[in-house]
């Protein structure tokens, strides 16, 4: 079973930046197409940034100009630069395949944004 493993998350003032990270155990990640999902309190888990085997990116209206999704196959790891960051972005940030999560969730990370 593939375990995921994010982090990066924190506490951060409205415009500011994070970038997030995601390690996989899985021994196929490379071919694996990823995403970045969250969750806000009291809504549905949503899909906010895919990266494809190839490189190809697909972000969330919401998210579009703001986030960035990238990968490092030799590393196993998914990243999530997040630059201009809004309270609406608080949430737990999980990562998994995409556009349809396959593997159990890891513990997510936790972000908030706040003044």
């Given amino acids: 079973q593939v375990q995921l493993v994010e982090s990066g998350g924190g506490l951060v003032r409205p415009g500011g ?5 995601c390690v996989s155990s899985g021994s196929t990640f490379s071919i694996n197409n990823m995403g970045w999902y969250r969750q806000a309190p009291g809504k549905q888990r949503e899909l ?8 190809r990116t697909n972000y969330a209206d919401s998210v579009k100009g703001r986030f960035t999704i990238s990968r490092d196959n030799a590393k196993n790891t998914v990243y999530l630069q997040m630059n201009s960051l809004k309270p609406e972005d608080t949430a737990v940030y999980y ?4 556009p349809r999560a396959v593997w159990n969730w890891g513990q997510g990370t936790q972000v908030t944004v706040s003044s």
């Fill in 95 to 98: 990562c998994n395949a995409a």
């Fill in 48 to 55: 906010v940034a895919s990266i494809t085997s190839a490189g």
């Fill in 17 to 21: 930046s994070l970038r997030l990270s």
